[in-house]
């Protein structure tokens, strides 16, 4: 299973930016999807999950209300919309994938993922 981020860059504070993670090379065997960010110096933080098959997504407390995770299973794509970007933002996003069973509990874990993309950078300037 092969993960390939797209979409960061550089915005200013209250813009916004979508990243693209497309899933290749097994995808089908994959269940849960994820987005997940590392500041420097910071620990792997996570932002948003959703399975597949669907139903509601799950959020970091410091995203809610700003990020919107979304999905083209068709393509194997994930997407994070992110609105009201704040400095606080910056970091490298990875998007992760699972081929464990599902457990709600542990979407919000970076260990319950099996595969990682390269990462992709977002700089929000001030």
């Known amino acids: 299973v092969q993960l390939q981020a797209s979409g960061g860059g550089l915005v200013q504070a209250g813009g916004s930016l979508r990243l693209s993670c497309a899933v290749t090379g097994g995808a089908s065997s994959t269940n849960v999807m994820a987005w997940f960010r590392q500041a420097p110096g910071k620990e792997r933080e996570f932002v948003a999950a959703?399975?597949?098959?669907?139903?509601?997504?799950r959020y970091g407390d410091s995203v809610k209300g700003r990020f919107t995770f979304s999905k083209e299973n068709a393509k194997k794509t994930i997407f994070l919309q992110m609105d009201s970007l704040k400095p606080e933002d910056t970091a490298v996003y990875y998007c992760?994938?699972?081929?464990?069973?599902?457990?709600?509990?542990?979407?919000?874990?970076?260990?319950?993922?099996?595969?990682w993309g390269q990462g992709t950078q977002v700089t929000v300037s001030s």
């Open positions: 992760a994938a699972t081929t464990r069973g599902l457990i709600v509990s542990s979407m919000g874990v970076a260990d319950y993922y099996d595969y």
């Open positions: 959703n399975r597949w098959s669907g139903g509601s997504a």
